[in-house]
């Protein structure tokens, strides 16, 4: 081998060598992550587990992902993280920002500093067990995990030790006091009188309403979602029993329909409304939430559902939770996301919808209790907000 080429060949070896060489100590973190990896030091410290990372190296960046994958965990050395950045800043702008995000590169740090992997067992209460849920779906359940309130101790707890006993909240059954509870608004459409309705009939641009059978008919006119709600005198920050008995028997088994409650601005174009919503579909899924998240909280299987029956869904607000029943079964429970005062109660029904409803009942703690004949000759206005769709986003795969 003549000289050139010997220098030739030297050259290409150290550059392959730079190339080839990383630092395997290299600690690298793109600045919108570091107060969570901070929480994440923290709430492993908490649980006895320690990390030096600056010394031992790790790698978080934004990149590209494909289209459903919201981050990534790379098994190199150091471990090396992605967090796709339009997810992340689509979910930026919207209510519970904080925690969807700690939720995400949380669990990407349990796959390369816990050597977690994904789990998708599912607690008796229907909720995932752990926020390492991920990869292949299970039954095409959407990844939507409610981390927040105090399901997020739990999740943290699990998460940093896989052995976790089931949580408190698998035992919280419903066993809140609702003595003294009067209607203090009660709709039977019994009639077309308004003195019987209370709701005043209409048949607008956008929806119909007629009495069938004592039962209020509403008809959609539109090919997108309706938000409909009265205005009443009841704070959803008070004490509160509201239900409502639906039947959906057509349109497609996906279509979302049930309750909600909360604060809707005067100005229809105004998205900042405040709408807790409880809702079910004829797929017998079960959904709640608050609108100005980004997505539902998390979706349930509910064999109590009637698929194109009639289906009484019930709300119990007692101080900050919110009990959900089915035809009287207890489903669930959650802290509630609204914290201003609110006075709209209402229902929601799908693009095209034909639904019908009937006893819709607000009960309430009150020591003047007005009796609910009473209340139902009050006539009131159903007002309306058109929405592209009720069915909130789910949540990328981890």
Known sequence: MNRNKISGFLLFVILLGFVSCKDKDEYSINS???TILQHFEDEGSIRGRTFNLKQTGLIVEFADLDENTAGLCHYEDPIRIEIDKSYWNEISSSAGADLMKENLLFHELGHGLLGRKHL?????NGDWKSMMCGGDKVDDRPWNINYRGMRRAYYLDELFNESTPAPDFLSNLFGADIAGFTPSMYFSFNSESKQDTGFDLVDNSSFKTTIDNSRLKFQSKLNKALLLYISTSINILSDFIFEVTFQYPTGNATDQYGLLFGTVPADPTNDSESIEYFSINNNRKMFMGNRTWYSFYTQLSKPEILAGGK???KVVKIKQMLYYFINNVYGYCSEIEATESGTNFGFMTPPNGIIWLDDFTISTKSSAGVSARVQQIQVVELKSKT????????????
């Open 32 to 34: 919108a992550f570091t």
């Open 120 to 124: 998708n067992k599912i607690l008796e």
């Open 311 to 313: 289906n009484t869904l």
């Open 387 to 398: 929405i592209d769709t009720f069915e909130q986003h789910t949540i990328k795969n981890k």
